[in-house]
């Protein structure tokens, strides 16, 4: 377990950031009582690792004993001489889950008084909330998830309270990236380096990026859950303690266009930013870089794939390609050959197979080392037609076209119209929308005599095809 001594700590921190953030707020705003200020602030660190403690309704005795070390001296009448039963007994800890439902009154001071004077206590809890509350979940070696998802939802709605997440000094961060507009389904695929490595993004600006993609509400759960469940077992590491093996290979399966490329290159940066991968390149490949004609040169294909992902992450296409065909089919050795890679390279490599989600199970089963190998599954939906408009108008704001109402109306006909059988193309079907619309408004345009900029760059209902015409709606499996 986690020693309590390390409750302790984490609650020393978060009682000293914040509050000295408190005191300077208090010395702002004089009509704030500040006579009780640590001991306030030691009751929300207490509610906090309450609320933790309780979430997954186990009430263990790592828990409980980390409870005692760590308020035993704010809270004498309640934890000085207890023990995990006199705890239970006690019901102290029960219900205490429901803290977390809503921001505190301290926090939303913090948020104000920032807002105001263009100070930081906000962020500084914020970093110590989230560190406190890790700290409680990875007590337990294997985290339950509903304590995953808790500090997930945490960590949205102190953000969303902030309104997005300010620099401060206690954020172990890097320089920021440059924000990128990602279309899923559209992404090229990254190449390695032999430059130095630019330093790894943030955790946080990864995870922003991640919630800014259209749609993929359950994928982005799925990962945020993945990542957090990282950080647990990365902080036991830390500490010398045993963690649960978790394979950190995935299955993704959807549709094309539906972004798997795209996140697959997130959870790489991510996986970097972790620690778990040195360098977070994604290489992309499918069966027909993996596999040869000739004997004994598949297995040569595989390793040199896996040299090119070694220290990233290698995202395998249309996975199930690998295991149709018979006997003789060389795709078995590329399967036989990459079971053997994931293992002997299981600290320095991530492989994430993706395709159609009923021919994907064809793909696990058919080495019996791969379903252990692989035991998590990420589903990605098709989108909405909502969601494909969406999509629609962020391409075009990246290329300064702006589509009037009578366009937009027309588009979201067009995108209902689409079958959604298996060949729908997803992210796909709204770049090949926008790139005729922009090829119909060129041939309009061109015929006028001196076009006004609005002209040029606005879309309307005549640049957008109709139902059962335009671009190609079918993409091919």
């Known amino acids: 377990m986690i020693p309590p001594k390390q409750v302790q700590r984490a609650v020393e921190s978060f009682v000293a950031d914040v509050a000295r953030g408190m005191r300077d707020v208090v010395s702002r705003l004089p009509n704030l009582d500040g006579r009780r200020l640590e001991q306030d602030v030691a009751n929300e660190a207490f509610n906090l690792v309450a609320a933790f403690v309780d979430v997954d309704r186990s009430h263990t005795d790592d828990e409980l004993w980390g409870v005692i070390f760590a308020f035993g001296t704010w809270m004498p009448d309640q934890l000085g001489r207890a023990k995990p039963d006199d705890l239970r007994r006690s019901s102290l800890l029960v219900g205490r889950a429901a803290w977390l439902d809503q921001v505190s009154p301290m926090f939303e001071i ?185 004997v004994g040169q598949t297995a040569l294909k595989v390793m040199e794939v896996a040299d090119k992902a070694a220290d990233g992450v290698l995202l395998i296409d249309e996975a199930y390609a690998l295991a149709r065909g018979g006997e003789n089919d060389f795709g078995r050795e590329a399967i036989d050959t990459l079971v053997k890679v994931i293992e002997d390279r299981r600290d320095t490599l991530v492989v994430i197979a993706a395709g159609y989600p009923d021919e994907m199970a064809d793909f696990i089963g058919a080495n019996p080392g791969l379903a252990s190998r692989f035991p998590k599954t990420i589903f990605f939906p098709d989108y909405s037609a909502d969601e494909l408009w969406s999509i629609f108008a962020t391409i075009g704001d990246a290329a300064g076209y702006h589509p009037d109402p009578a366009a937009e109306a027309k588009a979201r006909i067009w995108f209902d119209s689409v079958p959604r059988d298996k060949g729908f193309g997803n992210g796909r079907l709204a770049r090949n929308l926008f790139e005729d619309a922009v090829a119909r408004q060129a041939g309009r345009v061109v015929a006028l005599t001196d076009p006004t900029d609005e002209q040029l760059t606005t879309l309307t209902d005549a640049d957008i095809a109709g139902p059962g015409e335009g671009p190609r709606h079918r993409v091919s499996p």
């Open 110 to 294: 913090l948020v104000t008084a920032d807002q105001r004077f263009g100070t930081g206590h906000s962020r500084a809890y914020y970093d110590r909330a989230i560190h406190l509350a890790f700290t409680v979940i990875a007590l337990d070696a294997e985290p339950a998830r509903v304590e995953l998802q808790a500090v997930d939802d945490l960590c949205s709605r102190l953000l969303a309270a902030m309104g997005g997440l300010p620099v401060s000094p206690l954020a172990a961060v890097g320089p920021s990236a440059t924000p990128q507009t990602v279309t899923p389904g559209t992404a090229a695929v990254a190449k390695p380096s032999k430059e130095e490595l630019p330093p790894a993004r943030p955790l946080e600006e990864l995870l922003a990026e991640l919630d800014r993609l259209v749609g993929l509400e359950s994928v982005k759960t799925e990962v945020r859950l993945v990542t957090n469940l990282l950080r647990v077992q990365q902080l036991r590491a830390e500490r010398k303690l045993p963690t649960s093996a978790q394979s950190r290979h995935l299955v993704f399966t959807g549709n094309p266009g539906t972004g798997k490329t795209t996140v697959a290159r997130l959870l790489a940066s991510i996986y970097r930013s972790l620690g778990v991968v040195a360098k977070g390149q994604l290489i992309e490949t499918d069966r027909s870089g993996l596999v040869s004609g000739f």
